[in-house]
């Protein structure tokens, strides 16, 4: 466990500035911009990214909860942006667990698929999805650490917390 806790870091920050091979957006299924932190990235990284997301759209309508497609990062500090999208909170009991890890899972396969060895994570449906912070950043952190304890393609992963408050659960699920 000591080995795979020194592959993960925690920063509380902005995710846009984040240096990594890829970052993770939670986006919407339109896959065409939003709000909170898809808005940061669709602003940050520029019209690239939208254009590789109509293609998506175009091709297979959209993207389901809990799967994950991956787009150029634009003008990004990060090659490359995977979009995966969260559910939405409805009390926990519409297999919402299941579908966020999903998202982290997806994401890190796709990571994978596309020879990064880096990524960084918001945290998923936190926002005005509605998911209760500290019930997904347990759910991250598992997932996140079972993926790399049966897998070496990852050297790093970031999570990316945008408040003081999701920061400290996901410390206190690393047990930092």
């Known amino acids: 466990m000591k ?30 911009g939003g709000g909170g932190v898809d808005g940061a990235i669709h602003r ?16 297979q309508g959209g993207c389901k909860t809990g799967e994950a497609v991956i787009t150029t990062g634009g003008n990004l500090p990060a090659r490359y942006v995977i979009h995966t999208v ?3 909170w409805n009390g926990g009991t519409h297999g919402e667990p299941e579908k966020l890890a999903n998202c ?3 994401s890190l396969k796709l990571a994978v ?3 990064c060895r880096s990524i960084a994570f918001p945290g998923i449906s936190t926002g005005v999805y509605g998911y209760p912070k500290e019930e997904a950043a347990a759910i991250a952190v598992k997932t ?20 003081v408050e999701y920061y400290r659960y996901i410390r206190r699920e690393l047990n930092l």
């Open 86 to 88: 969260g559910p939405v």
């Open 44 to 59: 940050a990284g520029g019209p690239a990214i939208l254009e590789d997301c109509r293609r998506i759209v175009a091709r």
């Open 3 to 32: 080995g795979i806790i020194a592959r993960i870091e925690v920063q509380q920050g902005d995710i846009t500035r984040v240096v990594t091979d890829c970052i993770v957006n939670a986006a919407n299924s339109s896959l065409l």
């Open 104 to 106: 982290y899972r997806n």
């Open 113 to 115: 698929g596309n020879h």
């Open 144 to 163: 996140v650490v079972d993926f790399l304890t049966g897998n070496d393609s990852i050297d790093k992963v970031v999570f990316v917390c945008f408040d």
